[in-house]
T-cell receptor, first 108, second 121 residues
Framework: RKEVEQDPGPFNVPEGATVAFNCTYSNSASQSFFWYRQDCRKEPKLLMS???SGNEDGRFTAQLNRASQYISLLIRDSKLSDSATYLCVVNLNNDMRFGAGTRLTVKP | GAVVSQHPSWVICKSGTSVKIECRSLDFQATTMFWYRQFPKQSLMLMATSNEGSKATYEQGVEKDKFLINHASLTLSTLTVTSAHPEDSSFYICSARGLGTGASPYNSPLHFGNGTRLTVT
């Protein structure tokens, strides 16, 4: 089993749609969690940290379920500019592990 | 926000030559930096973890004599691809994390350099 697993997609959604991604992790001792987005041929950029109580940043909502060992990202009112690959990152001590990413394409 | 600068952004070199890539944290101290490689349409692959003042820790399958990492200060790590070959052509990205907050030193996110696109001819 991979340490961090994501549905690779692709997710193709129309503008305005709501889309959700899940990411599972194998090590229950993992300490911190993040979502990054990566545009084609660019470096990953931090989208948001994921807190135990769940957190929201505008159209983006992240949640953590420690019991089931997954994190989620919800994007509401999708924009064309949301098209990217979304990476979940799980940290244990100083070891950051990336999921393979989920590809999202938002279409007009 | 935290800024990580990576240089050069792209490089083309001949087979057999060596290429050095620099990664600098501009506004924070990074005791640990990470080096990744990404092939087209594939996910990031961690190559090594670079610790200031000590030897880097390499991931399984990454040749430490080929990919030399030096982390001489809290703001600079370098990756040297020695005797480069066409199969080393890839997108190399560094990242660094600053100090954490609160009870955990590990709750700070990674900040990435803008990557180096290496083409070996």
């Amino acid at each position: 089993r991979k340490e961090v697993e994501q549905d690779p997609g692709p997710f193709n959604v129309p503008e305005g749609a709501t889309v959700a991604f899940n990411c599972t992790y194998s090590n229950s001792a993992s300490q911190s969690f993040f979502w990054y987005r990566q545009d084609c041929r660019k470096e990953p950029k931090l989208l948001m940290s994921v807190y135990s109580s769940g957190n929201e940043d505008g159209r983006f909502t992240a949640q953590l379920n420690r019991a089931s060992q997954y994190i989620s990202l919800l994007i509401r009112d999708s924009k064309l500019s949301d098209s990217a690959t979304y990476l979940c990152v799980v940290n244990l001590n100083n070891d950051m592990r990336f999921g393979a990413g989920t590809r999202l394409t938002v279409k007009p | 926000g935290a800024v990580v600068s990576q240089h050069p952004s792209w490089v083309i070199c001949k087979s057999g030559t060596s290429v050095k890539i620099e990664c600098r944290s501009l506004d924070f101290q990074a005791t640990t930096m990470f080096w990744y490689r990404q092939f087209p349409k594939q996910s990031l692959m961690l190559m090594a973890t670079s610790n200031e003042g000590s030897k880097a820790t390499y991931e399984q399958g990454v040749e430490k004599d080929k990919f030399l990492i030096n982390h001489a200060s809290l703001t600079l790590s370098t990756l040297t691809v020695t005797s480069a070959h066409p199969e080393d052509s890839s997108f190399y990205i560094c990242s660094a994390r600053g100090l954490g907050t609160g009870a955990s030193p590990y709750n700070s996110p990674l900040h990435f350099g803008n990557g180096t696109r290496l083409t070996v001819t």
